[in-house]
């Protein structure tokens, strides 16, 4: 009896041990979708980043007047597009979009920017200071763009380096999603016009190039939980194999421990 018991448990535990692999089916991405993996519809429209209250602004005015450059500009400091992001300076002359949804500028007043891109934000600031001053060109920039990466293999925050990047330029700078990563479940944080919204999805899928959330805005968090199998660290069948001869080893041991005249019976 105490045979049959310990079988049941070798093969109960060979059972989960099996069903807790670490597979390339769980960590591979661009998958064709199947009945595991989900598909997504074509919603895919990329829109330009919006501007939002609390968003912080580079601005530069170019005009022939340097008393109009000093105005708007830094004073003595050399800020530029390029090295904005970077300057401790920045935050002392950054334009920071009021809860109104406007800039306040100098010598001109509110300037209302917030629900535009930056190109169209650029254009009304040009506008509002046209009747001031002639010849001027206007540089606007928005600072911080960053997004956040929390439980993969390096957990931080990232800057957008460029217009756009999708998830998976946004994984590669954090160091991919690690070996232990549910890919199946990534959730993404994202804050909006109509509050924070958080989408969960299958990156497995090779369809996630069609989903609404591909390519990552300013500010997003994106959360990435780990696979309940990381406890067993089965990731192949070489470690599947050792692992259980090891369990079968220490089983029989502790068998011929506990039940010592039970060896051949």
Known sequence: ????????????????????????RKVNYMQKPNNLIPTYNDRLVYEDYHLKSGDKLFLRVFSTHQETNAVFNSPG??????NADNNPQTDLYAYTIQPNGSILLPMVGEVFI?????REATMEVEKAIAPLYTFSTVELRLLN????????NKTGHYPIVREKINIFQALAMAGDAGTYADRSKVRIIRETANGTVVRMFDLRSR????????????NDVIYIQKLDEQFFSIL???????????????GAFLYRLLFPGSGGN
Do not use: H, W
């Not at 917030?114 to 930056?118: D, F, R, S, Y």
């Not at 763009?145 to 993969?152: C, D, H, L, P, Y």
């Not at 192949?236 to 220490?250: G, R």
């Open 1 to 24: 009896m105490y045979k049959t018991c310990l079988r049941v448990v070798f093969i109960s535990f060979l059972l989960m041990q099996l069903s807790s692999c670490i597979t390339a």
């Open 77 to 82: 400091t050399q800020l530029t597009s390029a």
């Open 114 to 118: 917030a629900g535009k891109t930056v």
């Open 145 to 152: 763009r960053n997004f956040s990466v929390i439980g993969a």
């Open 207 to 218: 369809d996630i190039i069609n989903s609404d959330f591909y390519y990552i805005e300013p």
């Open 236 to 250: 192949n069948l070489p470690t599947l194999i050792a692992t259980t001869f090891s369990t079968l080893s220490f």
